[in-house]
DNA sequence: CCTCTATGTTTACGGCATCAACATTTAGGT
DNA sequence: ACCTAAATGTTGATGCCGTAAACATAGAGG
C-alpha cells in the first residue's frame, strides 16, 4: 500500500481525497494485472478511485504522463525482482542467469507492465529503462567476461539483453509456448552463446 | 496497388466501391507507415479511401479483423524480405545470418507493421507468425547446427530467434540505439552463441 | 478570520467502435 | 427482359474515451 493521508477509519468521501496520485498509482498498477494496456483507461481508474474524471488533471498534465509514472513502477519493481533471484544463486555466472530468467518471469507474471515498461520513453525519448539496477548488472557482468575489448564487452551485452527480451515478448505474445521449463534451457549459462559470455571468463568452476 | 473492377478513367464516386477490401487493406499499410499502431482509426481508413465509417462492416467483422488482416501482410512482407536477404549471401551460415539482420532491419523500416505482426493472434490465440518462411528456414537450420539431439535443436532455434527479436524490439522501443553496424555486429556467424549455432555443423569453412 | 492555492466537480466537445435501420446496385433465375 | 434476393453502402444513434473550461470547496498561512 501506498501513503495516505486519510485516517484508516475514516470511511465517507471527504471532498478532498488524501493522496489521490497515489491511489491513481495504485489503481494503476491493479488494473494492468487484469486488463490489457490498451484497454487502461483514465475514466476507469478514476471510478476505481472514486473520484471524477478529470480530477486525474490535477496531478498528471495527461494519460501519457501517468502511463509513465505507472512504467517507472514496473522498472523499480522488476529490478528488485531480478536482485532476489541474483541473491539466490550461487556463483556469480549462475546469478547473472538468474536475472535473465526472472527478467523473463517477470514478463509472464507481469504482461502489461513489462510491456508498458519497455513501450514508455520519457518525453525526450529516452528509455526509462538504462539506470535500472538490471541494467546495471548486467553491464558490469558484461565487462567481466570481456576484459580489455570495450566493443567485445558491449556486443556481449546487448546480445545477452537481447536474448533475455526477445524470449519474454515472443512468450508474451505467444509466438513461443510460456513453459517455464523452457525458459531453463534457454537461459542456461552452460550452454548459451557456447558458455562463452557466460561461463568462460567467470570466477568459479561448472 | 491492389486490382480494382473500375474502370480507370471513371473518375466520380460510384455508390459501389468496386473493391473497398483491398483498399481499406492497401490503406491500412499505407497507415502503418507513419502512424503509431494505436492511432490507426477504422473511421480515418474509411475517409482515406471515400467511404462512410461504417462500410467497413460490410468486410470485415470488426477492428480487431481488418487488424489481424494487416498482420498477415507484414508476415508475408517480412518473409520475403528475408528470402531476398538470404539469396545475395554466400554460404548457408551467412545466409541464416542475413536472414536474421534482414529480421531486424525490417522491424526498424516498419516499425507498426513488425509490431502489429507480433501483436495479433488469430481468434483461437495462436501465432500468425509459425507457418512464415522465416520460421521454417530457422527451423531446418536448426536442424542442421544440431543433428541428433532434439532438444538442443530446438533450444538453439529459439535463442537464435529471440535473439534477432529482442534486438529488434529494443531498437523499436529506443532500449538500444537503431544502428545499423550495431545489428551487423550483434547478429555474426562468427561471434553469436561463440559460432556454435551457426558455424560449426555447417556446409563451408569461415 | 480571511484570503490564496491546491484539489475536486460539472459540463461540454470531438473522436472512436459499433449497432440498427434504410438505400442502392448487382446478379441469378424465370 | 423482369423481378427478386443478396451484396454493399449510407445515415443516425449509443456509449465509450481523452481532455479543456468554468466553477466549487477545503485547508494552509498570513
Redesign the pocket.
Known amino acids: 500500500m501506498s501513503t495516505s493521508k486519510v485516517a484508516a477509519n475514516d470511511v465517507q468521501?471527504?471532498?478532498?481525497?488524501?493522496?489521490?496520485?497515489s491511489a491513481l498509482l495504485d489503481a494503476g498498477l491493479k488494473a494492468l494485472e487484469t486488463t490489457d494496456i490498451a484497454d487502461?483507461?483514465?475514466?476507469?481508474l478514476?471510478r476505481d478511485v472514486?473520484?471524477?474524471?478529470?480530477?486525474?488533471?490535477?496531478?498528471f498534465?495527461?494519460?501519457?504522463a501517468l502511463m509513465q509514472a505507472l512504467a517507472q513502477a514496473g522498472i523499480d519493481q522488476l529490478g528488485a525482482y531480478q536482485q532476489r533471484a541474483a541473491t539466490k544463486a550461487h556463483g556469480s555466472a549462475e546469478a547473472f542467469a538468474a536475472t535473465g530468467r526472472a527478467y523473463v518471469r517477470f514478463a509472464l507474471a507481469n504482461p502489461s507492465l513489462f510491456r508498458l515498461t519497455f513501450g514508455q520513453c520519457d518525453r525526450a525519448g529516452h528509455s526509462l529503462f538504462g539506470e535500472n539496477l538490471a541494467a546495471k548488472m548486467l553491464r558490469e557482468r558484461a565487462a567481466r567476461a570481456s576484459r580489455g575489448d570495450a566493443e567485445a564487452e558491449q556486443t556481449l551485452m546487448i546480445q545477452a539483453w537481447a536474448v533475455v527480451h526477445g524470449l519474454a515478448m515472443l512468450m508474451l505474445d505467444r509466438q513461443l509456448p510460456a513453459d517455464d521449463a523452457l525458459i531453463d534451457r534457454v537461459i542456461d549459462a552452460r550452454t548459451l552463446f557456447g558458455g562463452y559470455a557466460l561461463g568462460s571468463n567467470s570466477d568459479e568452476s561448472p
Open positions: 468521501r471527504a471532498y478532498h481525497h488524501g493522496d489521490l496520485r487502461i483507461s483514465l475514466r476507469q478514476a472514486g473520484v471524477s474524471a478529470t480530477a486525474v488533471y490535477r496531478h498534465p495527461d494519460k501519457q
